[in-house]
């Protein structure tokens, strides 16, 4: 398979940049990262009820059925540090009218298939400054974990003290699939839809259907409360476990105003922050406490469970 990373990324390769007080090697890569993936039948309806603006619209995977994917990243090696990036979102495309149910798997430019972010909490201060800041993404220092074991892989996401989310997956058979593909992004920030593109390559371990076994649990964090409205299905469709991924962001982004029938829906719901919760963050690599402490004399991302 081709790598999925555009050329230009390639040429820039070595240069260096400044970017909002964050000094960054070109390409802005990441390498040997544990990925752990999950995704899960939603409410259509719901998940429409969730999305910004007018061009977003859920997948349709059938029997009103619309897709949550969680994604879990626990960066070993990159311009910012260590951090765990925990990524709740909404599989859409983007477009004036909804595609049809399979075809934004099958022609993913054509229909701008993606997935909106709902909620991105991070290990450091600095990955939301740059997340946030630059990309438009909804990030947001949480303690987080990110523990394997030979059975499972689970992550854990408290915020001030409450329970955000936990997601554990039973390790799928070990495949070794080479995956190369592109990612696309949609969030909010500062009244603007946001486009990011992520390259990832590796190899990855997958089940689908009966063979994949999770559980994924929502608590009363407040960036949860809206995934609780989708109706999500105990199943997943599918699991995923990548022991070191590469991947590569893209420093092109887009960016559309939000728009609405009213000034009043205009200045209401899904706008995301302010440029405001960017402009006092500091480039602390520093995390918060971890929600659950590994065993003594565990490796950091292989504990008993």
């Not at 059938?62 to 910012?80: A, F, H, Q, S």
Request: aromatic share 8%; glycine share 8%; net charge positive.
């Amino acid at each position: 398979m081709p790598s999925p990373v555009p050329a230009r990324q390639n040429r820039l390769a070595g240069q260096h940049a400044l970017v909002d007080g964050i000094p960054y090697t070109m390409p802005v890569n990441s390498d040997d990262s544990p990925v752990l993936m999950a995704a899960f039948p939603i409410s259509r309806a719901a998940a429409a009820r969730l999305l910004p603006g007018k061009e977003l619209h859920p997948v349709d995977i059938g029997w009103g059925r619309g897709l949550l994917v969680v994604t879990v990243v626990n960066y070993l090696k990159t311009d910012i540090g260590k951090y765990i990036e925990y990524s709740l979102a909404i599989a859409v495309t983007h477009g004036r009218r909804p595609a049809v149910p399979m075809l934004p798997g099958l022609m993913m430019k054509t229909y701008g298939t993606g997935q909106y972010v709902v909620d991105l909490p991070v290990s450091s201060e600095i990955s939301v400054k740059g997340g946030k800041g630059i990309w438009g993404m909804p990030k947001h220092q949480a303690n987080l974990d990110f523990l394997v074991t030979k059975k499972k892989v689970s992550a854990m996401y408290v915020q001030d003290g409450q329970h955000g989310c936990t997601i554990d997956i039973k390790r799928p058979p070990h495949l070794a699939l080479p995956l190369k593909l592109a990612a696309v992004n949609y969030c909010t920030f500062r009244g603007q839809l946001m486009k990011s593109s992520i390259y990832f390559e590796a190899e990855a371990d997958v089940a689908f259907g009966r063979r994949a076994k999770a559980k994924l649990v929502f608590g009363d964090a407040p960036g949860v409360a809206p995934l609780k409205t989708l109706h999500v299905g105990r199943k997943p469709l599918f699991t995923a476990y990548m022991p070191k991924a590469h991947g590569v962001l893209d420093d092109h982004y887009e960016g559309w105003f939000l728009t609405a029938d009213t000034s009043d829906l205009a200045a209401s719901a899904h706008r995301g922050d302010s440029l405001d919760s960017v402009v006092h963050l500091t480039n602390s690599e520093q995390w918060l406490e971890p929600p659950r402490q590994p065993n003594h004399g565990a490796r950091p991302t292989e504990v008993e469970m």
